[in-house]
């Protein structure tokens, strides 16, 4: 596998299910990003790690839970979900710069549907 | 803070014509820019940006983007479009600082290349 990866590709949750989406970057690279991409909205940026530790939480409701074991590996865990989450979740990475320089590595996207 | 407004949400134009994204942005201190592409079903992939040197920045398959900074602007420009160049674009800022990768967007534009 190369660049970013996310699994699963599509989901269809209740409002009750507990589910998680998982991110993997094969590029070396130290900070992670999690954004939501809704339709007729521009994106929004969740979270951002930076060597694990998470740098940025944009006001995200508690019901989105992130999780980022190691600089390879990024989680959003889901729980009690609203029918207006139901989005594309974009995963990125990039090599971590502070200043704003980096170019960000995007995946595919979970495409999250809430009923 | 930081905003992108980019003017047109839609563009159609036939294959082999030229073609201007405008992207204005706003903020209160120096900017990184940058200009992404989302083909359908994909994630982001970066297509140009501005750090700083020449306001004219030119991507590999013939997109270019002047920085202006007295219009707060950054539009995209190709002399003549290709069906494949059928995508939705993104234009971004960030802040540079400390801002560790924080991109703001703009809500994208759907450029249609009709043959």
């Known amino acids: 596998e190369t660049g970013v990866t996310q699994t699963p590709r599509h989901l269809v949750m209740g409002m009750t299910n507990k589910k998680s989406l998982k991110c993997e970057q094969h590029?070396?690279?130290?900070?992670m990003y999690w954004y939501k991409q809704s339709a007729k909205k521009p994106l929004e940026l969740m979270f951002v790690?930076?060597?694990?530790?998470?740098?940025e939480n944009n006001s995200v409701p508690s019901r989105f839970s992130p999780e980022c074991p190691n600089s390879s590996h990024l989680f959003l865990h889901l729980h009690t979900l609203q029918p207006e989450d139901s989005a594309l979740y974009l995963c990125?990475?990039?090599?971590?710069?502070?200043?704003?320089?980096?170019?960000?590595?995007f995946g595919p996207g979970t495409r999250l549907t809430v009923l | 803070a930081q905003s992108v407004t980019q003017l047109d949400s839609q563009v159609p134009v036939f294959e082999e014509a030229p073609v201007e994204l405008r992207c204005n942005y706003s903020?209160?201190?120096?900017?990184?820019l940058f200009w992404y592409v989302q083909y359908p079903n994909q994630g982001l992939q970066l297509l140009l940006k501005?750090?700083?040197?020449?306001?004219l920045v030119e991507s590999i398959n013939g997109f270019e983007a002047e920085f202006n900074k007295s219009q707060t602007s950054f539009h995209l420009r190709k002399p003549s479009v290709h069906i494949s160049d059928t995508a939705e674009y993104f234009c971004?800022?960030?802040?540079?600082?400390?801002?560790?990768?924080?991109?703001?967007f703009g809500q994208g534009t759907i450029l249609t290349v009709h043959p």
């Open positions: 990125a990475s990039s090599q971590g710069d502070p200043f704003g320089t980096d170019t960000q590595y």
């Open positions: 590029l070396g690279h130290n900070a």
């Open positions: 790690y930076n060597f694990k530790e998470q740098t």
């Open positions: 903020s209160s201190v120096s900017v990184y």
């Open positions: 501005y750090l700083s040197g020449s306001t």
């Open positions: 971004a800022v960030s802040a540079g600082g400390t801002s560790y990768g924080k991109l703001t």
